[in-house]
């Protein structure tokens, strides 16, 4: 008899746990965005340009180094950061520079940031200077989008795809 109650009981309770999981599985419901909202999503990892050219090393620095480290050239590794700037309907959205990584800033830069906007026809500008020793924003798109709600717009860098990738 006390092992029939305790067969009872244990199906009882699973049946409770399985129902709260059932419950919480469907409320509250989640929106991932507003009604008549859509989503603009920076995300890319680049590295910069180098921070200065390479330099060939005189026969002087050559003969100063050990014979395994006599490399005729000498490249800096510190990276210039990415500056990326983006603006809808001629208002700014975001202007950030990102630092590369690394202990040696040797390393890619990396950003990711979300963005919701209003659904409907906008225009996109992108402007991104992967280089300290360019001034200018050397890389520029400009682009006129239709956006539904719910949709989502990823706006990326690719040098092989010709720079700033919106999709």
């Given amino acids: 008899m006390r092992k029939a109650l305790s ?4 199906v009882v309770l699973y049946a409770l746990f399985a129902l709260t999981i059932g419950v919480f599985s469907y409320h509250p419901r989640y ?4 009604p008549e909202q859509a989503l603009l999503k920076l995300s890319f990892s680049h590295p910069g340009q180098l921070v200065a050219q390479c330099r060939r090393r005189t026969p002087e620095e050559l003969a100063a180094l050990p014979p395994n480290m006599r490399n ?11 500056t990326v700037q983006l603006a809808l309907d001629g208002s700014v ?29 906008h225009r996109l500008s992108v402007q991104l200077n992967d280089s300290v020793r360019e001034p200018a924003l050397n890389y520029t ?11 989502i717009v990823v706006v990326d860098f690719n040098p092989e795809r010709g720079g700033i990738v919106i999709q």
């Fill in 7 to 10: 067969v009872v009981g244990q």
């Fill in 72 to 82: 005729p050239m000498d490249c800096p590794r510190e990276r210039s950061p990415v």
């Fill in 93 to 121: 959205l975001a202007r950030r520079e990102i630092p590369p990584a690394g202990l040696s800033r040797d390393g890619p830069s990396t950003v990711y940031a979300r963005f919701p906007v209003p659904a409907g026809s």
């Fill in 141 to 151: 798109r400009d682009e006129d989008l239709d956006i539904r709600p719910g949709q």
């Fill in 31 to 34: 929106r991932h965005l507003p």
